[in-house]
């Protein structure tokens, strides 16, 4: 295993040891360390200091269900602090299984033509995308497939990507061959975009599992881990429901984003929910599917097919709840095909949905378009599309265009748009969005299921540490957090994975230590960049714009937000981890 560095400009590469402060990193932790280590905090995150960095986790590559995520990390051109935004689909496994700890792609082209990075057993090759510059992610993905074959992995950018917009993001192709999987957050497509860098092609047919040090030991831990995946009850309902299980949930807690945040719960739920989901897509049948895979051995099959009406072609997949509310109730919209042409449009261009749907909430709020016009919202993408003035507004994300149309209620927490569980009614995922170094994310400590009353402030930064330091760690390992449920169980599991694998002599909370350490990575990095605390406060107008049906606002105290991260240390020199480097 090595760490393959690629210069844009001199289109060279090169194979490094691994170094040794960087071994028992993976993932979101890897990316985080090798962000504070070689990138200058300061820089312009559009220009040549910025580094995109794709590292597969801890547990990736080894066929372990739910275990084979990608994690990609630059500094964010929309938080203009540290970035990880992961993926599932083929990306990761590939990678590892050609022995790449990490990709490193720096610098910036003199000549700025647009590239395809190939990387094989054999090393790289860059070579001209001039045959897929401007297209949509479907069309260049199916005619890189057709070029290179249905054997690869491929992580591409989209025009919002070509554009540089700050909601770009970077597709990978699922187990099915269709991009659609996309590492969302933060404008790392943009980054892409800067390096002309148009898609990366993963061809590791000739490439082999990476090495297990035990194997009779991970046998008996493989075995293990699956038994408390499948056994969790909650990987049943992800199966025949997803994500889109989360409207009704959502709804019932009045915590569920609509019309541009202005209530928590929507009067027409129910013809988006779950249930209507799954029944419309057992109706339709043919290719639409609620319960979908996407990564090859995956147990828990939480996505799912969208199917047209005659279920022969497909309109979008995965239809998510975080899109069904952004792009749906956060819109006044409730019709299920509507969103999901929505999807596949932002899809197309690589564009965050979460960011798109909150930057049209804000639209509609300036008076742009009607709440519950679908049409109207279509429209609007086709601006983002076709590059025009008000089109780039819109794509470079929610805060820009709630600063342009001179809107307060813009629901973003460092430049980044807040996902669909409204903060004032679920106020630990509130605490999340303050203070986690990568902007308002749920998945980077989502708390509606924790055992305490949601609208009471107290206690509440308690419940986001723990989370935020649970999915730090189970973003380093590659794994999806719906796997979480079981391992919760016993976390015992991940000692074990990790020691047969790489001969290690973890113990304790492993998962634990390696989300406290990724924290203080990424901490480290934006204080560098100038963040404070200061900057890990929700927008002022939700302190003090109630919240109905409950009538709530967001009033957990600065005193709490400010002891979130009380855990970390001033110890630089984590015998385990090497410490953040200062240099």
Known sequence: MGIWRLNTKSQTFSIEEVPTSWQMLGGRGLSAKILLDEVDPECYPLGLKNKLIFAPGLLTGHHLTSLDRISIGAKSPLTGGVKEANAGGRTGFHLMNLGITALIIEDIPEEKNWVIVHLSKDGVRFESAQQVIGQGVYQAAERLIEEYGDQVAIALIGPGGEMMMRSAGIQNLDKDLVPSRIAARGGLGAVMGSKYIKAIVIDAKDGKRPPVRNKEAFKQARKKYTEMVLGHPQTTT?????????????????????????????????????DRLREMLLERGGVSNPTHACMDGCVIKCSNVVGDRDGKEVLVSPLDYETIDLMGANLGIDDLDTIAKLNYEVNDLGIDSIEIGSALGVAAEAGLMDFGDGDRALELIQEIKRGTPLGRILGNGSAIVGQVFGIERVPVVKGQAMPAYDPRAIKGTGVTYATSPQGADHTCGLTIRSKVKQTDPNGQAEVSRAAQINMAGYDSLGACIMAGFGVARDYSVINELINSIYGFDVEGNYLQELGKITLRFE???????????????????????????????????????DSVFDFITEDKNSPSHGGASDG
């Open 238 to 274: 992800y199966a025949e429901y997803g994500t889109s299980a989360m409207v009704s949930m959502c709804n019932t807690v009045g915590g569920m984003p609509t019309r541009n945040f202005s209530s928590g719960t929507f009067e027409k739920a129910e013809n988006i929910s779950g």
């Open 523 to 561: 901490r480290e990095f934006n204080r560098r960049a100038g963040f404070s605390s200061q900057d890990d406060r929700l927008p002022e107008w939700m302190s003090f714009e109630p919240l109905p049906p409950h009538n709530t606002v967001f009033d957990v105290s600065s005193e709490d937000l």
